[in-house]
């Protein structure tokens, strides 16, 4: 069965440091990926997203993320973190058939990063 | 503003009565979704639906029901046959399913007692 998978459940950084979530994902074929945030008390925003093209993709906030098709990885890095970047992080896998469609997006368990100031 | 409006943000129900959680979008998406969080589980799929009067079950749709009679609203009910029924739940609205990228709302709290 396709899944997602974030083997980090809590990370825990200094301010400044450099930052890599893990993302991998179990699907052989074409896929579109996609890293979430969700803020406390806020609701879930994309942070970016990788259709074709550069595998390395620049989202919002400084972030990027590196599609390595041989490896099926997707990780999530910003190299100096700030306290604001306390959050929970969703990678995301959409596996391309001839039938896609946004129903088969499968959310990995997430990652809760918690910044020290 | 535009956005995915969801009501309300926290609910608490006994156990064996049916509730029904409220989604608005106004931001002319064709499709919308309902995914439940848990927990170290991430989001799971629970119905979607791609075009007025018309739904799909997600992973997990039993003891859920949808409905979609306009295209902004996407109300879900969770309904007594839900075993874990306690959760956060999550609407959410693309502009078409073919483009894979999904907006969602701020999220319902549901705790059954």
């Known amino acids: 069965a396709q899944s997602v998978s974030q083997h980090n459940h809590h990370v825990i950084l200094s301010e400044a440091a450099s930052l890599e979530l893990g993302c991998n994902y179990s699907?052989?074929?074409?896929?579109?990926l996609f890293w979430y945030v969700q803020y406390p008390g806020q609701h879930l925003q994309l942070l970016l997203k990788y259709f074709s093209g550069d595998p390395l993709v620049k989202g919002i906030k400084g972030f990027e993320a590196e599609f390595i098709k041989s490896k099926f990885s997707f990780n999530l890095r910003k190299p100096s973190v700030q306290w604001s970047d306390t959050a929970e992080y969703f990678c995301?896998?959409?596996?391309?058939?001839?039938?896609?469609?946004?129903?088969?997006?499968?959310f990995g368990s997430g990652t809760r990063l918690s910044i020290r100031p | 503003d535009g956005g995915i409006t969801q009501s309300p943000k926290y609910l608490f129900r006994k156990e064996g009565q049916n509730v029904t959680l409220s989604c608005e979008q106004n931001l002319n998406h064709d499709a919308m979704y309902w995914y439940r969080q848990d927990p170290g589980q991430g989001l799971r799929l629970i119905y979607y639906s791609q075009i007025v009067n018309d739904f799909q079950k997600g992973d997990i749709a039993e003891g859920y029901s949808v409905s979609r009679e306009k295209k902004e609203s996407f109300p879900l009910t969770v309904t007594s046959a839900q075993k874990n029924p306690t959760a956060f739940y999550l609407c959410a609205s693309s502009i078409r399913t073919e483009l894979n990228t999904i907006y969602f709302g701020e999220g319902s709290w549901l705790t059954v007692v």
């Open positions: 995301a896998v959409n596996p391309q058939t001839v039938y896609s469609s946004a129903s088969k997006i499968i």
């Open positions: 699907y052989g074929g074409t896929v579109n």
